[in-house]
Each structure stands twice: as C-alpha cells, then as structure tokens.
C-alpha cells in the first residue's frame, strides 16, 4: 500500500517543523515494502513564510516530500482537497501542522488499514502535547483507539480532520471529501455526510 499524508499550512513555520521533525524519521524509518509520500499544502501564506517553508524542506532531501503552494486562500479544507487531488496513495492521512504524531504512526497506520479492509476512515494517533482540559478531551478518544490492549479498532461517534486516514475507496462516495464552503467545523460535517 502507498501511503500519502496531506498536511494542510499558512504562516505557521514552527509548528510545521516540530510535526516533521516528528514524522520524517517515521516514514524514512518504515520497511514495509511502501512508498510514502509528504504533501505538504501552503494556502497562499505570506511570501515571508514560502521562504521558510522552502527553506523547511531542504532539511529532508532525501524525503518524498512535495510541497504545494495555493495561489489563493481557501482555509483547511481548500488545502486538503488540493492535497487529495496530488495524492498518489491507497492511503490518505491527514495531519494538521500543529499535531505531532505518535512513533510508528506510518507503520501502524498501514498495519490497521491491512488489517480492516472495509474499514474506510480511522482516526489518527496523536502525540499529547498539552496537559489542558481540551487537550485531555482529544487525546482521550484517539489515544484509546490505537492503544488499547487488544489492538482492535472500535467505532468512535468523532471525526478530528487534524488527525485521521482514509482509503482512497471513500473519495467514491464522498467527492469533494470536505466541503470548501466552511471555514470551520469541516470535521463535523465529514462525519455527518459519512
């Protein structure tokens, strides 16, 4: 299975470097006989931030890692649509530019969709980074759907679209995957059209 993770950005440098300082070493690291590809979606930043962000990814040559500049901004879900549309994986993860994911994301994302084959979206594993409420609230839900004893997959009534993957097959019933008209709340809505 190709894996693509689409990582939607605008004029936000560091937390971009902290979730590929994170993540390049994974999907650099994983030896299961996949390709996995970095797309990374700057919608329109400042022209300061395109420097840096150029500047960002010259740090990982030896990475399948792409960046895609929009010429207009669009907002979150504009920039993952762009994404999904350069996207050449069977997999698609979606990882905002201020989540970090846990060690063994790559493998274990992949390893779950293997082992799940009608399962068409599974939420992410996140890296806690905070210790507030609101952050205890996420990472109590994701983190206990990766990590439970058993290791099996069971139904959670959220989406987070900061955080989650997909195989392709679902862009067949959902088309465009998130609705461009909102600014906000797209999650909610992916998981009401679902």
Known sequence: MKLSIIIPTCNRVESLARLLKAL???????????????????????????VQLNRLRNEYPDTNLHIQHRPHRGGPS?????????????????????????????????????????????????????????????????NAAFNRDAGDLYRIEKVSSGHFSIKRELLKLLHPLFDEGLTSREDYDLYLRG
Request: proline share 4%; aromatic share 12%; charged share 20%.
């Open 24 to 50: 390049v070493p994974d999907v650099d690291g994983y030896e299961g006989g996949t390709s996995t590809e970095i797309i990374i979606v700057d919608d329109a930043s400042d022209e300061a931030y395109r």
């Open 78 to 142: 504009a920039a993952r649509n762009s994404g999904i549309a350069a996207a050449q994986g069977d997999v698609l993860a979606f990882i905002d530019d201020d989540c970090v994911p846990q060690p063994g994301y790559v493998a274990e994302t992949l390893r779950l969709h293997c082992a799940y084959p009608d399962v068409l979206l599974i939420n992410g594993n996140l890296k806690a980074l905070r210790n507030d409420v609101y952050s205890q609230f996420w990472f109590h839900y994701y």
